[in-house]
Nanobody
């Protein structure tokens, strides 16, 4: 199994920046991709960005971000970051780290792991 631990959330003023981190542990060799999602109460969880283990470049950025967020990974490949710039009140949400990893006999079943979520509040 894969476990995820997020850090870095909190309160930030409009126009400010914040960086989130997510560290994976467990059967990390089976991870296919890692992603950031965010969720506002009463709404669906939205994909913010994704990065595949085989790549150094994040993809699938949420269109409404307009280039303000950047997802990256460390050289060890199993810690990912989300750099958030020019934050606005619309970015207030709980941010979740996700990993899709293979499990089961023969590691053929793609399974989701989720972090505990870290709240980000953009307010003056």
């Amino acid at each position: 199994q894969v476990q995820l631990v997020e850090s870095g959330g909190g309160l930030v003023q409009p126009g400010g920046s914040m960086k989130l981190s997510c560290a994976a542990s467990g059967t990390v060799f089976s991870i296919n991709s890692m992603s950031w999602y965010r969720q506002v109460p009463g709404k669906e969880r939205d994909l913010v960005a994704r990065i595949f283990t085989s790549s150094d470049t994040a993809t699938d950025y949420l269109a409404s971000l307009k280039g303000r967020f950047t997802m990256s990974r460390d050289k060890g490949r199993y810690t990912v970051y989300l750099q958030m710039d020019s934050l606005g009140p619309e970015d207030t949400a709980v941010y979740y780290c996700n990993a899709k990893y293979y499990s089961g006999t023969g590691y053929t079943i793609l399974t989701d792991a989720w972090g505990q979520g870290t709240p980000v509040t953009v307010s003056s």
